[in-house]
């Protein structure tokens, strides 16, 4: 893929229309569920802003912002319930805001790009996440890069499916996956 991938930290001010547009979005509605009027998604994305254990960020591509994230520390989230945590796991939430990056293969992309973004902090080893587990589409381009289906878990605002994704297992993936664009391989 020949485009620029960033991750730029949300700012209240700037991002907060937006952000609350793609929560109206017909393919974000049903797994995120923060559909709500703007007073109360101001309220929400402020806490959210606050919450010390993660940090939000608006994915770009080639300067365009197309995507939401919530990069946080497994420790402090009500996820860390449903498994025995290390102290360094993080977690990760996504949605791809602008409906003209879907059906491109860019979801993939950018979630690498993420993971790799949070294997930076040398002590993690792991990296998981819990999409809903109706969310088909989604669980695939985890499983793409890398994430393994671990359990169904029970959390306050859904039924998500566990996965995690280790260093060692994501370095091997993106290790194969440059050998093979250098080489030309498509197996």
């Known amino acids: 893929m020949q485009k620029t991938i960033s991750f730029i ?4 001010e700037r991002d907060l229309e937006l952000i609350y547009k793609w929560m109206h979005e017909p393919h ?6 923060l559909n709500m009027p703007f007073s109360k998604f101001e309220v929400h ?38 498994y025995e945590p290390e102290m360094k796991d993080q977690g990760i939430h996504l949605l791809i805001g602008e409906a003209d990056f879907l059906g491109k293969g860019y979801s993939q ?11 930076r902090e040398s ?29 169904p878990i029970k959390l306050p605002d859904k039924t998500g499916l566990l996965m995690f994704c280790d260093r060692e297992r994501f370095g091997r993936m993106r290790k194969n996956d440059r050998t093979k664009s250098r080489t030309g391989s498509h197996l």
């Open 9 to 12: 930290p949300v700012d209240y």
């Open 28 to 33: 974000v509605i049903p797994y995120w569920q």
């Open 45 to 82: 994305l402020k806490r959210a802003l606050d919450d010390q254990h993660q940090t939000l960020y608006l994915g770009y591509m080639d300067g365009v912002p197309m995507s939401y994230w919530e990069a946080y520390w497994v420790n402090g989230d009500v996820v860390e319930k449903c």
């Open 109 to 119: 992309q950018v979630l690498e790009a993420m993971v790799e973004f949070q294997f």
């Open 123 to 151: 002590e993690t080893q792991k990296v998981i996440a819990e999409p809903d587990i109706r969310n088909d589409k989604m669980i695939h381009v985890f499983e793409k890069c890398g994430f393994k289906a671990i359990k």
